[in-house]
């Protein structure tokens, strides 16, 4: 990923014991300008960020820009993509204490999700944001979030970060990285952590959740991984599913995983054309991932007799995961684990704080 960096005069930057933080802009609406010859909002050039907050410089921090050679609408991410910024912040990881990422919020749950699982035994802050509203215009929400979202990331307590994670903060509140969902496109309040209290709430202070931040080793490097299988597939149950669509999906070729999202606590038709095909797929090495199209409350295979089938032919089940963080999970365990009995495993496993088991 082609990149330059820029450092920025700040308030600290005669105090070299000063907290330094690397800001990495991805793209999205945070950086956007409305090009009226395509009529629609294009990436702007970032180094312009200085015109529009100029409280930058007011920093008690070191701040590093790092600007990619080609931002990107968050819509346009994928998985090569997130082992690229895993792979900045790894490269990156002696030299800075904290790391922001600026990224549209289209896919922010999704990048956020797959870092989490790249980034193994992270130790400092990896804090995500975005905006509603491109920066230069007057009412945008992108100031708050940028200048917050540094501030959190650069707040420690008698030397150590607070929030050793990967988490997203965006209005007001900061949420585990991969417990969050975009829920919003209109409002400012744009994400939420179901089931998950947010780690943060910010006001007047900073209000943070203490007993809910992750706990971390220091003993234990930062270990980089940089294979994600995609092969695989969301596949949202509706009723009137028909059997050729889900024969066709599981039928595809080189399919590894299925993430199955679910009616409420993890159910399924009964029907048994529909317990057929999974059973087909799951036979053929297939992993299936049961998540539900609830946001809130959590999959039990078994409450209902239309799960119990599901557990008994060997669908996984996916308690209280977000759908984004299931299937970057499951790019993650089918890339680096090689049989299924240990991707099944570690799908029904809490890695990093994802789900409660
Ligand atoms: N389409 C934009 C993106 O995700 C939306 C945003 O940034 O809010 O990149």
Not at 84 to 96: H, L, Q, T
Not at 144 to 165: D, F, M, Q, V
Not at 275 to 290: M, P, S, Y
Request: charged share 20%.
């Amino acid at each position: 990923m082609a990149y330059r960096t820029s450092k920025i005069t700040t308030l600290s930057s005669k105090n070299n014991r000063a907290t330094s933080v690397l800001m990495i802009y991805t793209g999205g609406t945070l950086g956007m300008v409305y090009d009226s010859k395509n009529k629609s909002l294009v990436p702007f050039n970032f180094d312009e960020i200085l015109t529009n907050v100029p409280e930058l410089h007011r920093l008690e921090f070191e701040l590093t820009i790092l600007t990619l050679e080609k931002p990107i609408d968050s819509s346009n991410m994928n998985p090569k993509n997130w082992v690229e910024i895993a792979k900045i912040v790894y490269d990156n990881f002696e030299e800075f204490d904290a790391f922001v990422i600026l990224h549209g919020t289209d896919t922010m749950a999704y990048t956020a999700s797959a870092l989490s699982f790249l980034l193994e035994n992270l130790s400092k802050p990896v804090i995500l944001t975005g905006a509603q509203l491109p920066i230069g215009i007057a009412r945008t929400d992108a100031r708050e979030n940028l200048i917050t979202a540094l501030e959190i990331a650069s707040a420690k307590i008698n030397g150590r970060p607070i929030i050793p994670e990967v988490a997203i903060y965006f209005n007001s509140y900061l949420l585990r990285g991969n417990r969050a969902k975009k829920k919003e496109s209109s409002q400012f309040n744009a994400f939420r952590s179901e089931n998950y209290p947010n780690l943060a709430e910010v006001g007047v202070t900073i209000d943070y959740n203490f007993p809910f931040i992750r706990a971390y080793r220091t003993d234990l490097p930062l270990q980089l991984h940089e294979n994600l299988n995609h092969n695989v597939v969301i596949l949202k149950l509706f009723p009137g599913i028909k059997q050729n669509l889900i024969h066709n999906i599981f039928n595809t070729s080189e399919l590894k995983g299925v993430v199955l999202e679910t009616y409420g606590a993890g159910n399924a038709p009964s029907e048994g054309w529909f317990l057929e095909e999974l059973k087909e797929a799951i036979d053929e090495g297939i992993v299936i991932f049961n998540v539900s199209q609830c946001d809130g409350g959590r999959v039990l295979q078994g409450t209902y007799q239309t799960s119990r089938k599901l557990l008994e032919i060997g669908v996984v089940s996916g308690s209280d995961i977000t759908t984004e963080a299931a299937i970057t999970k499951m790019m993650f365990l089918l890339g680096k684990e090689d049989s299924y009995e240990r991707v099944k495993f570690n799908l029904e496993t809490d890695i990093c704080g994802e789900m409660s088991v």
